[in-house]
């Protein structure tokens, strides 16, 4: 895994991170931190800061809701040192 704790996130680097971990059928990693301007967390440039991310795995089959985030969480926790605050996440098994 890359030590990402000196650069700062960006939807690109969350969702290729992703895409190596998860491997999701559907994927969308969205910077919302403008959106926060003046929020906790918020680091004044209105980028990487605050994300959402609307992603479907097969690895998330048979998993709670909990478990479906503790995976995202895993595969981004690196992110938190180089500035990401909030996540908000919807994740999903594929339908069959």
């Not at 890359?2 to 969308?28: F, K, V, Y």
């Not at 995202?72 to 938190?80: G, N, R």
């Amino acid at each position: 895994m890359t030590d990402t704790s000196a650069t700062a996130p960006t939807a690109q680097l969350l969702d290729q991170r992703l895409r190596d971990i998860l491997h999701p059928s559907a994927l969308e990693v969205i910077d919302e931190s403008c959106q926060h301007s003046g929020h906790a967390g918020a680091n004044g440039s209105g980028f990487g800061t605050h994300f959402r991310v609307r992603i479907t795995s097969h690895l998330f089959t048979g998993k709670s809701i909990v478990m479906r985030h503790r995976l995202v969480y895993d595969a981004l926790h690196d992110f938190m040192a180089g500035g990401l605050h909030a996540l908000a996440i919807e994740a999903q098994a594929p339908t069959v």
